[in-house]
């Protein structure tokens, strides 16, 4: 191995450590606790090494972001494949999409609450974004009913997750009815 490419692994690692901690960081005590310097002090490297690779909380953000959407893109892939039938399908994507924004807050708002300074819906949107709506087009599309887009589709259903999922979190829907709320969506939602 050249001294070059050793650089530039220890980079990449350099980079994923930082993206861990504010995750970490994040999950724990939310984003207004990560700031560089709590950064800096967590994985005992100075404040320029980490403008040396992100611009400043924004890039890291966006850095989250891409990483969740890799990961929410691949647990609706997952649990769409073990299930049996359309509507289970879709039912199990829901779940699937639901228990990802439950189980990460911090990721779930760097995706969908937060300036991480990511294009959505257009020519420049990052790969893994396009992936993770991609995952769910790949289930949704093939239940929007005669006649409808099934982007126009997707977007809408996926809407309504975002929505159960905030309001769930936000403690005004009751947790209790999650998965009649779930049901009525998939029945109401997607033709099958």
Do not use: C
Request: no cysteine.
């Amino acid at each position: 191995m050249s001294v070059q490419e050793r650089k530039q692994r220890e980079r990449a690692e350099r980079e994923r450590l930082i993206v861990a901690t504010a995750r970490e960081l994040a999950e724990q005590q939310g984003w207004d606790a990560v700031t560089t310097r709590r950064l800096a002090e967590r994985i005992e490297y100075s404040q320029p090494v980490l403008y040396s690779h992100f611009r400043g909380k924004r890039e890291i953000i966006g850095a989250v972001a891409l990483e969740g959407a890799a990961e929410l893109a691949g647990a609706v892939r997952a649990a769409a494949s073990a299930a049996d039938g359309p509507r289970e399908r879709v039912a199990a994507l829901a779940r699937a999409y639901l228990d990802f924004a439950a189980r990460n807050p911090a990721v779930y708002d760097a995706l969908f609450q937060l300036d991480g300074g990511l294009a959505y819906a257009r020519e420049d949107t990052p790969e893994p974004l396009k992936d993770a709506f991609a995952a769910l087009l790949e289930v949704l599309g093939g239940v929007a009913g005669d006649g409808v887009h099934p982007g126009l589709f997707t977007e809408t259903f996926w809407g309504a997750l975002h929505g159960l999922a905030t309001l769930t979190r936000a403690g005004r829907l009751p947790p209790e009815d999650a998965e009649r709320r779930t049901a009525l969506l998939v029945d109401r939602l997607a033709v099958v």
